[in-house]
């Protein structure tokens, strides 16, 4: 059985680089400032989809190992171990397709959303008028 790669990032830590581009914050800021504020808020919303990420990708994680556990070649499948395999399986379907529609969803919010430019208090950089110069005019 061919063992998956590890050198990808999960889901979950691209939408946390995702946020923090948007909001300019470390994760752990925002998901503060968003359980401070009494109303529900678009950063309330994204930290919970994160968090809920977080949890699908522990659990995927968790039943992977405990069904490699189940399955070794040395070991001999009957019928207690064959139903906690499909119990495995189970697990390991349901929780990749949460993460796969919070990964999905949650793109798609972050996609249509920009960072808003910071003000600039500077004055604006146009052309510089030009002085007036002494002009010399000629008479007859």
Do not use: N, W
Not at 3 to 18: G, H
Not at 26 to 47: N, R, V, W
Not at 50 to 66: G, Y
């Amino acid at each position: 059985m061919p063992q998956p790669d590890t050198t990808a990032q999960p889901v979950s830590q691209l939408v946390a680089q995702r946020i923090e581009a948007l909001y300019g914050q470390p994760l752990a800021e925002l998901e503060t400032l968003a359980d401070t504020t009494p109303e529900t808020t678009l950063l309330a919303a994204l930290t919970g989809a994160h968090t809920d990420l977080v949890l699908a990708e522990r659990t995927i994680a968790f039943q992977l190992h405990r069904l490699r556990e189940l399955v070794t070649p040395e070991g001999e499948i009957g019928r207690f171990a064959a139903g906690h395999i499909l119990d495995c399986a189970r697990r390991i379907a349901e929780s990749v397709a949460t993460r796969d529609a919070y990964a999905t969803s949650t793109s798609a919010v972050l996609g249509g959303l920009r960072r808003a430019p910071t003000p600039d208090t500077s004055p604006p950089a146009g052309p510089v008028p030009a002085t007036p110069t002494a002009t010399t005019s000629r008479t007859r």
